[in-house]
Antibody, heavy 121, light 110 residues
Framework: EVQLVESGGGLVKPGGSLRLSCAAS????????VSWVRQAPGKGLEWVGR??????????DFAAPVKGRFTMSRDDSKNTLYLQMNSLKTEDTGVYYC????????????WGQGTLVIVSS | QSVLTQPPSASGTPGQRVTLSCSGS????????VYWYQQLPGTAPKLLIY???QRPSGVPDRFSGSKSGTSASLAISGLRSEDEADYYC???????????FGGGTKLTVL
């Protein structure tokens, strides 16, 4: 059974940093392109970015609002994905989900339960 | 503002057929696959449709997807009370080099 479990959320002040983790199981993590999707309170879904598998270059892509502030990395030996968030803004507040797709990397069959990030002074 | 446009709300009565729309452009829906998600309150989204019109295993055939040009639709037939949820469309956008979503449609079953 595919499982994605996010952790690391919490309360942080504007300008601060936070690192989220996504622990995966039930599939070959090293082959997966993994995305982060966030949802502000009462709002819709917003794609944050993705990391490709190492065999496909291991590169990352990010949405414009987070480019230059967020980075992503993966540890295939631990089946874990990381999202490093720096220079956080109040508008980064929301639930952060990691997600993967079976069909292709732009759609998401499996989602974690999400971790809440609150950026507030 | 979301890149894909969805009506904020829709409604129907039990047993009815409803269609939810999603409008995009030539850089997203026009050339890439469309996905549909259902989100119940307090839960993660669930994939309903992939590849424009394919259902993952376990999704009832009451749900169907279609695409024409730069627009897509999700049809739900035999509406049930448990279908009351938020529905989102998504697609890759070649101009933005990222996944884009619609703002979501809140479906109410009257």
């Amino acid at each position: 059974e595919v499982q994605l479990v996010e952790s690391g959320g919490g309360l942080v002040k504007p300008g601060g940093s936070l690192r989220l983790s996504c622990a995966a199981s039930g599939f070959t993590f090293s082959n997966a392109w993994v995305s982060w999707v966030r949802q502000a309170p009462g709002k819709g879904l917003e794609w944050v970015g993705r990391i490709k598998s190492k065999s496909d270059g291991g590169t990352t892509d990010f949405a414009a609002p987070v480019k230059g502030r967020f980075t992503m990395s993966r540890d295939d030996s631990k089946n874990t994905l990381y999202l490093q968030m720096n220079s956080l803004k109040t508008e980064d507040t929301g639930v952060y989900y990691c997600a993967i797709g079976k069909f292709d990397s732009s759609g998401f069959d499996y989602w974690g339960q999400g971790t809440l990030v609150i950026v507030s002074s | 503002q979301s890149v894909l446009t969805q009506p904020p709300s829709a409604s129907g009565t039990p047993g009815q057929r409803v269609t939810l729309s999603c409008s995009g452009s030539s850089s997203n829906i026009g050339i890439n696959y469309v996905y549909w998600y259902q989100q119940l309150p307090g839960t993660a989204p669930k994939l309903l449709i992939y590849g424009n019109n394919q259902r993952p295993s376990g999704v009832p055939d009451r749900f169907s997807g279609s695409k024409s040009g730069t627009s897509a639709s999700l049809a739900i037939s035999g509406l049930r009370s448990e279908d009351e949820a938020d529905y989102y469309c998504g697609a890759w956008d070649d101009s933005l080099s990222g996944v884009v979503f619609g703002g979501g449609t809140k479906l109410t079953v009257l």
